[in-house]
């Protein structure tokens, strides 16, 4: 298995097709949560599907003001066809071109199948690496671990803003 | 290993023996054809095991994707207030090929209770609280697609197969009997 970007690192930046005319850059989401899903493949088996699962979610990762981004191998008129079929409600990023280029960066490349790792990311609102987690290709991984470091993350955010306030006062 | 994080309690829909070793939770989605195909497994499951095995649904719709899976799991719940969950749940997956609302009024008819007050449920959606609360519970669990079976709390992530389910359940049936017996 690939040895994903640890917590602490600065999060690579991409700018990638978001659909077949439009592209999004990581550091147009400064000053947020970003999570960061990598998957093997568009059009997995709807019921147990990882992106369909996330779609459902959405709200709960919203309440956290976080920004999630799917991303594979698979172009961007193949995620259109697979967004609109799902209803998926966020963006599905395209590491078509140099093929997996992106993940690569991140770790979370599968040389020999030639796609993404089933790969977690969640990124700070500086754009550090928060959480990351490989789940074994065949598992999706769910929902928790994200939600999880959300709440972390957040729970962190106010810890520091407590400190420096606390030490304005002193 | 992902575990379940809200316990079996009073608001959970059980069959079978409180106190069975085993306890089967099943997340699952009204319209999801795996869920439908585990629906039989699950009762041959139940019956294989009888009393060692208790059995819990809770409901995970996938809506985006499955348009009638809210609807039909808020009758579920509407049958649940009237007592008739069990019910409403069978009829619901027995007939999961033409789900619809006029399937789950027509459920309701048969069982005795009133389509008018379904369908007023169904409009305002008056358990959907009940239904979100169990899905996020799910979430929460790691539930990660539907079905998703927790046997004594732990996510089972085998095949949905009689013969696999069997093969879990009698691993988890050794587990509980090897513990020491508590005295007193």
Known sequence: ?170 | MASLRVPVGPADHVLGDEHAPVTLVEYGDYECPHCGHAHPIVKAVRKHFGKQLRFVYRHFPLTQIHPHAESAAEAAEFGGVNGRFWEMHDGIFENQDRLSVPLLTELAEELGLSAEDLAAALDSHEFAPVVKAQFLGGVRSGVNGTPTFFINGYRYDGMNEFEDLVEAIDTALAERQSEPKRVG
């Open chain 1, 1 to 170: 298995m690939a040895r994903i970007l640890a917590p602490g690192t600065t999060a690579p930046d991409f700018t990638l097709p978001v659909t077949p005319d439009q592209s999004l850059s990581l550091r147009d989401l400064r000053g947020q949560p970003v999570v960061l899903a990598f998957y093997p493949a568009d059009w997995s088996p709807v019921c147990g599907d990882q992106m369909a699962l996330y779609n459902e979610v959405l709200p709960e990762f919203q309440k956290y003001k976080a920004e999630v981004l799917g991303i594979s191998v698979d172009g961007p008129w193949c995620h259109a066809a697979f967004a609109r079929d799902r209803h998926l409600h966020f963006p599905l990023l395209s590491d078509f071109e140099p093929k997996g280029a992106l993940a690569r960066a991140y770790g979370a490349y599968r040389d020999k199948e030639g796609v993404c790792e089933r790969a977690l990311f969640v990124i700070d609102e500086k754009g550090v690496i928060f959480w990351s987690y490989l789940s074994p290709v065949a598992v999706n991984p769910g929902a928790e671990g994200i939600l999880e470091a959300l709440e972390n993350l957040e729970k962190k955010g106010q810890s520091h803003g407590q400190l420096e306030s606390s030490r304005r006062a002193s």
